[in-house]
């Protein structure tokens, strides 16, 4: 199985942008979908999840601007964003975790995405 985001490209600040993520084959028992980033120079870092039970969080960096959600019948999760900022630039993952909770908070399936280049600036 392969995830597969799309919807990146260059928009100004202040722009909007919606990142979409799905996958190649059928992913059973999803529990958590995410979205990480990556910006030149820094360490990836979490923006927003959604879980099986449609429960949300999202980094500070971007609460008020970014929205998750989750398509079920389409196996397919999104990130709008709104209010896009220069610091918002980075390479954006999707990834998802399935399967049975292990220990250490792990799960038995964890699936990333190759990522897609979302860049604001004028």
């Known amino acids: 199985v392969q995830l597969v985001e799309s919807g990146g490209g260059l928009v100004q600040p202040g722009g909007s942008l919606k990142l979409s993520c799905a996958a190649s084959?059928?992913?059973?028992?999803?529990?958590?979908m995410g979205w990480y980033r990556q910006a030149p120079g820094k360490q990836r870092e979490s923006v927003a999840i959604i879980t099986s039970h449609g429960i949300t969080n999202y980094a500070d960096s971007v609460k008020g601007r970014f929205t998750i959600s989750r398509d079920n019948a389409k196996n397919t999760v999104y990130l709008q964003m709104n209010s896009l900022k220069s610091e918002d630039t980075a390479v954006y993952y999707c990834r998802w975790l399935a399967g049975r909770l292990l220990i250490a908070g792990r799960y038995e399936y964890d699936y990333w995405g190759q990522g897609t280049l979302v860049t604001v600036s004028s």
């Open positions: 084959g059928t992913v059973a028992s999803i529990k958590v």
